[in-house]
């Protein structure tokens, strides 16, 4: 199996190269795919070959295997994420000077791997103390009360409610570093919403974590609403999740060359970049060029994991076979801030970053009146003022607050809560019909949402996606369906306080913690 050298490099943990007790020490991480070790072939220090007799690893929490023992027993098991430590037992001083490393080995499903790096050798005496951790079971308990009893002398307070948690630590693993407890955010629940999906259909329960006083109310009250009407059509109208590498070349017509190779090599691309994942699917790059820069945008679709890990690796993975194969590239960066990874947009808003869903009801004008106390027209030409403030403020949402029930929802189902920053993005419409109801209509152009992965099956967070039937593979659309059509009722919900003049009196109600 082909892996491109940038892709190799990235094993290595660099500034891991220490001095010990008995020698020196570096670590490796598997940032490639499950795999496991079967042959240390050679390791390399500044041209001198390193004996395998004075060669140790590290595997696991407590097993430490010579390379002569892992020769003979030909498959050491090496999963993704995890480290394995390498002693060699040779003398070297410290110091700022660059060494030469060089390692090679046989693993499965790679074959032979051979790379090179660069690094120089630290004291590890000479390290000041920090957090306490273990790299090889940073879950465990022990070194969690470490953890916690080190918080509690630097900020001379108790770890009480943080340190209560059902969760098996062990379970956290790519979710976090460093675990000391949980932060504990109170879940309501609103609903039932009869949905008119293509992926959810029926009545569903919602739950949203807020701190927020009347959050869950308003909510539900737009469900009810929009219940009476027929409930809400959801449809997710495109998918997409990018990564967005930068070329730099020493003029543009350099870049300009590069981008028609590009064309002309997307077939391999994709089979490099879709060689690192069994889920992300590249289905096109764009590209922009700007002065002698050459912006790629690749376009993935990830199944139902949000994406934003599995399609980094996959551009790397497909940018370091480029790197191999194309002569002129003066410089490179895997991401040029372009994809807008945790940032609002307006290429996202125009191209869709994860799920462009749009949700829609029409709502009868007796159904407002006798709920909301309020005439469609009212709502309608409040949308249109508004309107004019959003075209002010440069805002990206011309609704009123889409992202407050989104990111309830996106804490409560364990959605990474930095995406909402893209999925803050809202275009509402509204239009009377002939008959005076409200058709409503609210598109979320980049909804990053997962039903699989990162944080989605921890305890309480995996516990409300199945409230819902939405936890695991082949969900995320429908969970998508979801979060579009609660959008919209929290959007006809405020949307009819603030035409009736009802917001304020329904805070003083509900919302009063003071």
Known sequence: ???????????????????????????????????????????VLDGNHIPKEKITLKVGADMLLSAEEINAK???????????????????????????????????????????????ISDISAKPEGIPRDPHDDYQAEIIKARQAYFASATGAPVNHVGNYSIDPNTLKGNIEHFIGVAQVPIGIAGPLSIDGEYAKGDFVVPLATTEGTLVASYNRGMKLLNM???????????????????????????????????????????????????????????FLSNKFA???????????????MVGRATFAACGWIMDHYEGIVNFYLESNFATDKKASQINIMRTRGKRVTAEATIKREHLLSVMRVEPKQIDYHGRVAGIGSFLSGVNNTGLHSPNGITAMFIATGQDVANVSESSAGIMYSELTDEGDLYVSLTVPSLIVATYG??????????????????????????????????????????????????VSSHEQYGRNR
Not at 98 to 113: D, M, Q
């Open 229 to 287: 009407s027929g409930g809400v059509k959801a449809t997710v109208v495109d998918d997409a999740m990018q990564r967005a590498p930068v070329f730099v070349f020493s003029d543009a017509r350099g870049a300009r060359d590069f981008v028609k190779w590009i064309n002309e090599n997307i077939e391999k691309i994709r089979d490099e970049a879709e060689a690192t994942s069994s889920v992300a699917k590249l289905t096109y790059i764009d590209h």
């Open 454 to 503: 990162g944080g989605t099956g921890i305890g309480t967070q995996k516990e409300c996606l199945e409230l819902m039937d939405c936890y695991g593979k082949n969900k995320v659309y429908k969970f998508a369906e979801i979060v579009g059509a609660v959008a919209l009722a929290g959007e006809i919900s405020l949307a009819s306080a603030i035409s009736s003049s009802d917001w």
């Open 295 to 309: 912006f790629l945008r690749f376009n993935y679709r990830t199944g139902d994991a949000a994406g934003q890990n």
């Open 74 to 120: 030909g498959d050491i098991s090496f999963p993704l994420r995890e480290v394995i430590t390498v002693f060699l037992n040779v003398r070297a001083k410290a110091g700022p000077e660059k060494l030469k490393l060089g390692l090679s080995f046989k693993a499965s499903p790679f074959g032979k791997l051979k790379f090179e790096v660069e690094d120089n």
């Open 1 to 43: 199996m082909f892996i491109p050298s940038m892709l190799l490099k990235q094993l290595y943990t660099h500034g891991s190269l220490q001095k010990t007790e008995d020698g020196l020490c570096f670590m490796l991480k598997n940032r490639l795919k499950d795999a496991s070790i079967s042959e240390i072939l050679h390791i």
